[in-house]
């Protein structure tokens, strides 16, 4: 029978696979070995069958372990017995109608309208050049739904005050076209008075105290500290702020395609993560105010 080592020298020195997926898999085969010897001592794996793999696959479940990490385990089983099935070391693949545990979908992360209220509040921030260059890359985030990489993309060209539209570059440098509204105007133009006059003008729209074009990760940084102000959600990314526009596009009755097109999605499954969001939200309301749910 084939090797356990076998197998992971054909993946070192025919697919070029790194020494940390090799030992990936090692201890996922090793793992499964164990697993099934303990069943039958005197079993081997030409003896292993799908049934076998399925109890496995429970065992794990029942241990706690993720979706994610079962999948990944199975994954190199399938890869031993696809190699095994091609060296005709055994005569069928016992892992070929098996299916893995479902990943749980885990939903966007976004701020309570109340949340966001606070969150650009004026009151909340004080005068100077930092909070004013954080608030209004906070605004913009909430009110285009613009990615970190096309915050930082932007220059001063983009932006369009009189018909009101920001001119963004998105994945595979294809740009569309984003309206917004007053709220994101004023903020711009207020911003815009601060940095000509405090730090300098500049073809980049959001630059820092030295004039540099904003990083991702200053960014990132930025909206972090800002967001733990207002909120106990464990993820405080930009991209919170982005699922926090989709899912008020949504619940003030935006189509979905229109939310489609304004967040770059190529495909509308990624904009329809969103209509469970809203859902999500309908049902919490119904648990907590219909009297017999």
Known sequence: MLSIEDFLKFLRLERNYSQKTIDNYRADLEQFELFFRKLEADLSWKDVDADIIRDWIEQMMDKGNAPASVNRR??????????????????????????????????????????????????????????????????????????????????????????????????????????????????????????????????????????????????RMMVKANLAKVSTLKKKSPHVLRHTFATAMLNNKAGLGSVKKLLGHENIATTEIYTHVTFEQLKKAYNEAHPRA
């Open 74 to 219: 199975l994954s190199a089983l399938r890869s031993y017995y696809r190699y095994a099935l091609k060296r005709g070391v055994v005569e069928a693949d016992p892992t070929y109608n098996i299916q893995g545990p479902k990943r749980k979908k885990v939903l966007p992360q976004f701020l309570k309208e109340t949340e966001m209220d606070k969150l650009i509040d004026p009151k909340m921030w004080a005068d100077t050049y930092k909070d004013v260059l954080a608030r209004t890359i906070i605004i913009t985030f909430y009110s285009t739904g613009v990615r970190v990489s096309e915050l930082v993309g932007l220059d001063m060209k983009d932006v369009n005050f009189v018909t009101h539209e920001l001119k963004v570059t998105g994945k595979r440098n294809k740009q569309r076209i984003i309206p917004f509204g007053e709220e994101l105007e004023t903020t711009l133009t207020a911003y815009l008075q601060k940095r000509d006059s405090e730090v300098g003008a500049y073809d980049a729209l959001f630059v820092t105290e030295k004039g540099e074009r904003v990083t991702a990760s200053q960014v």
